[in-house]
């Protein structure tokens, strides 16, 4: 196996702005609000197609079923590429929305649950997130106000975000993106999503767009979202390479490179690696023939767990978020 990239999936949202193609490169319809560009992907109906090298215009899950190990290593036990991989654009609010637990997903969509991580690629000053029920308000609070027809806005916690800031957002949180932000998703491949609120506004239709309030109070947890945010821990640095924890759980790991001039590594057999880069360019080469790719802001490349040496090269300053399982 090779160093692998893949045909970016576009999702047109009522929210999403044009910063995809117009500075993250990506082959989408600058005059159509795109708010997703799915990197990676193995879902039945969204199914990441290889780009480059001999399995071109081979399907991820196709590569998964075909290699195995090969690609997944032998720490993965599952029969599917276990990530999805994405870069949002959220010009405007998302919905205030929230996921639904491996339990609850499987029972009522026969789907998995969600749990993602969020790492801000760019904000505005003004940039906010959304994330969990204030301390002095409960589910049944809120549930009641939902009825009522009240303004639930004041019921939530809001996060200022920077460049660089990362949160985990587990099932069962209430959360949403407030706009004027681009950022880097690591998460379950699920595609289920309870709207528990959408601000009242119509798409380009004139409709609203479909709630989900009982699913939605189905599986709201009493979650501190103050726990949430990364403290990023060093794991190592010199004058060529930092590397911090983002994040590390029982289901992926995900850590922030940055790197003067080169970085050499060597994949262990136990894990695939992805690589997502934030800031800078460069280029990723192997030891195979032929197989380099150019590395720019928002370039997503998938690193086969058997694929043994590789190198990333940069004339200066690059950053990239480093994946693992």
């Known amino acids: 196996m090779y160093l692998l990239e893949f045909n970016e ?46 399995l071109k215009g081979k399907t991820l899950s196709y590569l998964v079923k075909e290699y195995g190990s090969e ?21 405007d609010k998302l919905s205030i929305q929230v996921h639904p637990d491996e339990e609850y997903a499987n ?3 026969n789907k998995h649950g969600k749990n993602e991580m969020w790492y801000v690629i760019d ?24 009825l009522n027809k009240e303004n639930i806005e004041d019921k939530f916690n809001y996060f200022d975000i920077k460049k660089g800031d990362a949160f985990y957002i587990p099932s069962g949180c209430i959360h949403a993106i407030l706009g004027n932000a681009v950022i880097a998703e690591i998460q379950i491949p699920s595609d289920v999503t309870y709207r528990l ?21 189905n599986v709201i947890k009493d979650i501190n979202a103050f726990s949430l945010k990364s403290s990023k821990q060093n794991k190592f640095k010199d004058t060529v390479l930092e590397i911090n924890t983002v994040f590390s759980n029982e289901y992926f790991t995900a850590e922030e490179y940055i790197i003067n001039r080169h970085y050499s590594s060597k994949t262990n057999n136990e894990s695939f690696e992805i690589i997502m880069i934030i800031d800078g360019k460069g280029s990723i080469e192997s030891d195979i023939p032929n197989n380099t790719i150019e590395l720019n802001i928002g ?3 998938l690193i086969p767990a058997s694929l043994g040496n590789y190198i990333i090269r940069s004339n200066g300053y690059i950053k990239f978020l480093r994946v693992t399982i």
Do not use: M
Not at 71 to 91: H, M, N, Q, R, S
Not at 123 to 146: C, M, Q, V, W
């Open 9 to 54: 999936i576009q999702k047109e949202v009522i929210w999403g702005g044009t910063l995809l193609a117009s500075v993250y490169s990506k082959p989408f319809d600058k005059s159509k609000a795109i708010g997703e560009s799915w990197e990676i992907c193995d879902l039945p109906n969204d199914n990441s197609v290889v780009s480059n090298g001999e």
């Open 71 to 91: 690609l997944l290593g032998t720490k993965c036990k599952e029969d599917y590429f276990p990530l999805l991989i994405k870069l949002i654009d959220a010009k």
């Open 107 to 109: 029972k009522r969509h």
């Open 123 to 146: 904000a505005l000053e003004n940039s906010k997130l959304l994330i969990g029920l204030k301390e002095n308000i409960t589910k049944e609070d809120l549930k009641r106000a939902l």
């Open 197 to 217: 609120y959408d601000w009242d506004r119509l798409d380009k239709n004139g409709k609203s767009r479909e709630l989900h309030i009982e699913d939605s109070f």
């Open 299 to 301: 370039k997503t490349v």
